[in-house]
């Protein structure tokens, strides 16, 4: 799963207002950031197999640091703590919201990945192969990522730059199913830590300019007037 994971994100910052999207942007892809070095450095290990699913052209036959569920559970704990030393502000729910986002990529990916997901080291591996239904799977990282977004922009007067990166995302990813496969094992992961990098600082900026008041409308006496009018 890729653009499915920020569904969550939309989510958890609709429970826990405190948490910025771009936290919980990262925090959702926590364990597939950290794989990408772990590939590049040759700590863990994925091939390039065209047509080992439908959507997906990663072998990915070796990542018990990132992806086996005892490691899921055990960022997830890194995540929390991390974070509620890093914002002393914080309060432990938001804490908890961003470590609940990092185990929901194990989750999500469990739907979708073929068995490859190990439960502890490389052993016992799970997962339920949604890839191998490229239209269901594309389905379900929609629902997810537009469903989710949809409960977030509720709460905002600025929806279509949101939106717009939604389709773009979603875009990215039916290129991801459909398109030509990486190049090499070493250019998915770079290619895969470049865009995360990129959208969480795209929602950043977007989360900042939906912060700032509408022009055109000043504040006077609690009421918002336009500055055109009387």
Do not use: C
């Amino acid at each position: 799963m890729f653009v499915g994971h920020y569904g969550v994100s939309f989510a958890a910052k609709k429970a826990e207002p405190a948490v910025p999207l771009w936290v919980l942007f990262i925090a959702v892809q926590l364990l597939d950031v950290l794989w990408a070095p772990f590939v590049l450095l040759g700590l863990e290990k994925v091939r390039i197999v065209p047509g080992i699913t439908a959507s997906n052209p990663l072998d990915l036959y070796y990542m018990p640091y990132t992806h086996s569920l005892l490691a899921a559970i055990g960022w997830s704990v890194v995540a929390f703590l991390a974070y509620r030393l890093a914002v002393r502000s914080t309060s432990e729910r938001a804490a908890a919201i961003v470590g609940l986002a990092v185990f929901s990529h194990w989750v999500l990916d469990f739907l979708v990945h073929q068995p490859d997901l190990p439960l502890y080291d490389n052993t016992a591996k799970v997962g339920l192969g949604l890839w191998n239904l490229p239209a269901v799977a594309l389905g379900l990282e929609a629902l997810l990522l537009f469903g989710a977004m949809w409960l977030y922009l509720r709460q905002t007067a600025r929806r279509t730059a949101m939106l717009v990166f939604g389709v773009v995302m979603l875009g990215i990813q039916a290129y991801v199913f459909f398109g030509p496969p990486p190049a090499s094992d070493k250019a998915a992961a770079a290619t895969a830590l470049i865009a995360y990098a990129v959208f969480a600082a795209v929602i950043r900026a977007l989360e900042r300019r939906a912060a700032r008041p509408h022009a055109g409308l000043t504040r006077h006496h609690g009421r918002a007037y336009n500055d055109g009018a009387l």
